[in-house]
């Protein structure tokens, strides 16, 4: 988005979202992959469980489709956002293949051009499209539990091979591991998780057309009803998970998935809503200032956060996967967090974009992207 153009209550939002998908994914990087296991889950896990897994990329996906909302209603050119897509997908590819397998930029290109053919549609087609599609994801996701739950769990044939990989010292063999191991699955998963994006991009889209934001900021007073409907179905869910995690069989676990879906979009839009009704206070935005920044440079801080983490973890960097204790997630991810923090508000101090951004702005506008005309 240009510079005059900005709201910084989005951009919070998202700096603020980008903190969420770090911690959950630094749990994800530093285990092995799709693999479930027979052991009771921690007390840190079943934190990043209830509270965390899901929700933040929920956040980033509701954004995505508000941000498509305000690219078409700017410049009216869906072949520009067709560039803007195809950009993207270049990212996620070069990210999925050469970083981590746990991109979801393909996934979010993808999901986008599937939302162009909703772009004239009106208020009620959008909100039918997004239930539609949240329905069939959550059928899906609670049939592959159940079905999963009677097949088990990774075996440690598997689960010896991931880590050899990840341990190995060579970068080569980590690319073999993932062409042959990861990507396929990586693939399949996309296929099951694109309903669920689709729904939160149209849901995004439909915040837009009811024109819930205004040119210097957001409507607070709409989001009060959201924020407490948004809370009980979170806290709601979130028991049903507990008490159905704690049960043996197919039936719980693919009832436990139902209440996970749920929790999943309404964590993500209990914790949205209410960011924005608390940074209303002038006061509150300026101090939380410094995640606008890292929220405007989102998709830098986000690659640079799996490139960082992946070389710190795998053997052909300093071999650290499996050693981190969990108790060390956080403090963690709130120092490199920060880091972020500092080194976004040092970059935009002199420069309009962020590095990647701006590589995906020439992608998008051509040389006039760059110069900072044009829009999102």
Excluded at 39 to 68: C, D, H, N, R, V
Excluded at 276 to 290: D, G, T
């Amino acid at each position: 988005m240009a510079e005059k153009s900005r709201i910084i209550e989005i951009d919070t939002v998202r700096g603020f979202a980008l903190f969420g998908v770090l911690l959950v994914n630094l749990t994800m990087m530093n285990a092995i992959p799709f693999s479930g296991s027979d052991t009771p889950m921690s007390a840190f896990q079943w934190g990043i469980a209830l509270f965390a897994e899901g929700k933040f990329y929920t956040i980033f996906s509701f954004l995505f489709g508000l941000g498509f909302y305000m690219f078409m209603k700017n410049h009216q050119s869906e072949e520009r956002f067709r560039r803007r897509l195809r950009g993207l997908l270049f990212f996620g590819i070069l990210h999925l293949i050469f970083i981590w397998y746990g991109d979801i930029l393909h996934v979010y290109a993808i999901a986008g051009f599937i939302l162009m053919g909703s772009v004239r549609d009106d208020v009620s087609k959008l909100l039918k499209k997004s239930i539609g599609y949240f329905l069939v994801s959550t059928v899906i996701f609670s049939v592959f539990s159940y079905l999963a739950y009677q097949q088990g769990t990774v075996g440690p044939e598997s689960a010896e091979m991931a880590r050899e990989a990840y341990l190995g010292n060579s970068y080569v063999t980590m690319l073999f591991y993932r062409f042959t191991q990861e990507i396929p699955i990586t693939l399949l998963n996309t296929l099951f998780i694109l309903p669920k994006i689709l729904s939160l991009f149209h849901m995004g889209f439909l915040f837009g057309k009811l024109e819930l934001y205004k040119e210097r900021g957001l409507k607070a007073h709409c989001f009060m009803k959201p924020f407490f409907v948004s809370a009980i179905l979170f806290f709601i869910s979130g028991a049903v998970v507990w008490a159905s995690g704690h049960q043996m069989g197919a039936i719980s676990a693919a009832v436990k998935t139902i209440f996970e879906e749920i929790g999943t979009v309404s964590g993500g839009l209990f914790y949205m809503t209410g960011l924005w009704i608390f940074i209303s206070n002038p006061v509150v935005l300026k101090i939380l200032s410094p995640l606008s920044a890292v929220g405007r440079m989102s998709l830098t801080n986000y690659l640079f956060q799996t490139l960082f983490w992946t070389t710190v973890l795998n053997g052909y960097g300093l071999g650290y996967f499996d050693r981190i204790p969990e108790r060390a997630y956080l403090p963690l991810a709130l120092l490199f967090f920060a880091l972020q923090g500092a080194f976004s508000i040092l970059w935009l101090r002199r420069f309009k974009f962020g590095p990647v951004e701006r590589i995906w702005r020439y992608m998008t506008y051509g040389r006039k992207g760059i110069e900072g005309q044009g829009g999102l």
